[in-house]
């Protein structure tokens, strides 16, 4: 299906993108466009005018601090993240990043696109959540940091709001990390995916089973208890073509212990 005819408008800087945004009570921005322009081609949004990211350098790169913390701008892509030599100080960052979609995808969607859509079978939301990262978002009334566990409000809601653009990712260090799932064919969004991260609290974050990640604390990181501590979370996740609601929260469990296995040994 044809786009319908949307106002386009390309930014030279940042507040350049916040004005626009700003001004237009039906204005998106786009990123590396891999969702949005496909939910336009299917009606399913209709933006009034798109505001491209794409010249605004200052939103894309990695940086290592001196205390380990990786700053990753949004508009960096998944390529440039599994391609990253800083990221080996996270290399579950890139492990991830390598698994969504297919090359034509990574090289085109930004990490800032696949959270801010926060679509619930999205790689990176749940991983984002375990791992503890925070998020910086810009506005008229200037930066705000909100943790990954507080961003993700719902089914494509975020905390960054009208008016408003997430400019920078930052994770904390860490190497015993882990990600878990069961995709829709090779290269297809995920039925359910698990996130585990045990650098200092030991936690999970479960994907597709809800509108945002289940953050899931453990007490311990054996079996039974990773099994116990994914019942009660009391999941109630969708039931649909690919798998029932039941068959989600058995899976849930399964990938849970993989994931912790492999953060336990680290990435």
């Known amino acids: 299906m044809l786009l319908r005819e949307v106002e386009y408008a390309r930014p030279a800087s940042v507040q350049e993108a916040l004005r626009l945004l700003g001004e237009h009570d039906g204005a998106r921005a786009l990123a590396g466009g891999q969702t949005l322009i496909n939910v336009m081609k299917a009606r399913v949004a209709s933006p009034d005018v798109l505001v491209d990211l794409h010249d605004l350098q ?4 990695i940086e290592l601090g001196a205390d380990g913390t990786l700053d990753l701008g949004a508009m960096t892509t998944y390529a440039d993240v599994i391609d990253s030599a800083e990221v080996r100080a996270r290399p579950i960052l890139a492990e991830v990043c390598a698994q969504i979609a297919d090359v034509q995808v990574r090289n085109r969607g930004t990490i800032g696109g ?3 859509s926060n679509d619930p079978t999205n790689h990176l939301p749940p991983l984002l959540v375990a791992i503890g990262a925070t998020m910086t978002i810009l506005g008229a009334d200037g930066e705000r940091s909100v943790p990954a566990a507080d961003f993700f409000l719902g089914v494509y809601m975020t905390a960054a709001g009208p008016g408003e653009l997430l400019t920078k990712i930052s994770v904390p260090p860490g190497k015993h990390d882990g990600f878990a799932s069961v995709p829709i064919g090779r290269d297809g969004t995920c ?3 698990v996130a585990a991260s045990l650098n200092g609290e030991a936690r ?3 994907g597709c089973v809800d509108a945002v990640p289940v953050l899931v604390k453990l007490e311990a990181t054996d079996e ?3 099994r116990q ?3 009660a979370a009391n999941l109630d996740p969708p039931a649909d073509v690919h798998a029932s609601a039941d068959y989600r929260r058995h899976l849930a469990q399964v990938l849970s212990v993989r994931a912790v296995a492999q953060a336990r040994k680290g990435s």
């Open 229 to 231: 501590a994914v019942h």
């Open 114 to 116: 696949n959270v801010c």
């Open 204 to 206: 999970l974050a479960i």
């Open 224 to 226: 039974e208890a990773i």
């Open 58 to 61: 200052e939103l894309r790169g």
């Open 191 to 193: 039925i359910v995916n």
